[in-house]
């Protein structure tokens, strides 16, 4: 029997844990998993509900760590799951993405020679001011096993010299999600037709008055220019941002919700007329639901949705946001044949089983 401990702690670590915890409850007798969550996301709208909702495993283990800056949410990670694998035997420890709990857990476990599994292996935005970037690379370099989920984050790891035994290509749990989950999906908000659905969450957008400015005016101008609704669900973060700047008045075109959950998300996007995020996540999540997305980086680690047209990179820039909306208002995407066949989940159970 093995025994895995899975490191959780902010929302899209609990949408992809999803796939693999379901895949291995259909494994019982070789496969056994504990949960450990960070804490790090804490409210009921970005963490219990998506345990609820996709009937994930309770965590074993919360830490609560919360909120801090990046130095002091990591360390009380770092020492909180240290405490776990000494106190237990683990044969692994799984770890998705790209954010601070998931470098703490691979970082923990690599100094305790408990081989680490990276969920979303390989993938770079070639931008190291992006804590996720940072934290990508690391985890990376203290994998036992990489799942990369397109050719593009294999290629990555190659140019950086990663032994390919290490490498699985094994696609995107993200789209097995989707399949699984697009016919349970679940309207939240009745919103008049047509609509963009919009988020803005990167540290650099809410941090930087200037742009988190830029894509407020661009959304309100293409909502008044288009005669559409704009679906907005605030992060946190975002929410924070917002109630300090006094001068901001959004059109009454826009309809700022709470976080939405994942079967709302999959409804949000299976109405939208397009989508247009600084999530990568979400870039994903409407390429599989056969919706185009403006991009609002300068850059993007799934490089293959903007390769196919299904996705334009617009910055906070208003001119190329406007842009981008103009050309993408009618288009209709590509399959999603660059994220596997929708079976990531088994491919990762069946490399962690059969490693040594
Ligand atoms: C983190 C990840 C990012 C991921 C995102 C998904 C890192 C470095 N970043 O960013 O990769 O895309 O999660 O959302 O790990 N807050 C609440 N309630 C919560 C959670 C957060 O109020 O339940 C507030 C806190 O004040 C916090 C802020 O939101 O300071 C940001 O949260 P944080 O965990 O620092 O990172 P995210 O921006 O969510």
Request: aromatic share 8%; glycine share 6%; hydrophobic share 40%.
């Amino acid at each position: 029997m093995h025994k895995i401990l899975t490191i959780v702690g902010a929302r899209p670590q609990f949408i992809k844990a999803a796939a693999i915890s379901h895949a291995m409850r259909n494994l019982q007798a070789e496969i056994a998993e504990d949960i450990l969550h960070t804490g790090q996301h804490y409210d009921d709208a970005m963490s219990a509900r998506f345990f609820r909702e996709l009937d994930i495993p309770q965590p074993r283990y919360n830490l609560g760590v919360g909120s801090g800056s990046h130095g002091a949410q990591t360390a009380l990670m770092l020492s909180g799951i240290e405490e776990v694998l000494l106190k237990e035997h683990y044969d692994g420890l799984l770890v998705y993405g790209d954010t601070n709990s998931t470098l703490a857990g691979a970082l923990a476990a690599a100094k305790l020679h408990v081989p680490v599994f990276h969920v979303e292996a390989g993938l770079r935005s070639f931008n190291r001011e992006m804590p996720e970037e940072v934290n990508r690379v690391l985890t990376d370099h203290t994998s036992s096993l990489l799942f990369a989920p397109t050719e593009t984050a294999v290629r990555n790891l190659k140019n950086e010299g990663f032994n390919e035994e290490r490498i699985v290509f094994c696609g995107d749990v993200m789209l097995d999600n989707v399949r699984h989950y697009a016919p349970l999906a679940k309207v939240c908000e009745s919103i008049s037709q047509p609509y963009i659905l919009a988020t803005v969450h990167r540290d650099f957008n809410t941090d930087n008055q200037e742009r988190l400015k830029n894509i407020l005016a661009a959304l309100c101008n293409i909502a008044e220019e288009y005669k559409c609704s704009m679906l907005f669900p605030v992060h946190p973060r975002t929410k924070q941002r917002l109630e300090s700047m006094t001068d901001i008045h959004l059109s009454d075109r826009i309809k700022a919700v709470a976080p939405m959950s994942y079967l709302e998300t999959l409804a949000a996007l299976q109405g939208a007329k397009l989508v247009m995020t600084d999530s990568g996540g979400l870039q994903k999540e409407a390429f599989f639901s056969g919706r185009c997305c403006v991009v609002l980086r300068p850059e993007t680690e799934w490089e293959e949705i903007v390769d196919c047209g299904a996705a334009m990179l617009a910055d906070a820039n208003q001119q190329k946001i406007a842009y981008a909306v103009g050309r993408l208002w009618e288009h209709t995407p590509c399959e999603p044949t660059q994220f596997g066949d929708g079976h990531a989940a088994e491919k990762i159970i069946e490399n962690i089983l059969s490693y040594r």
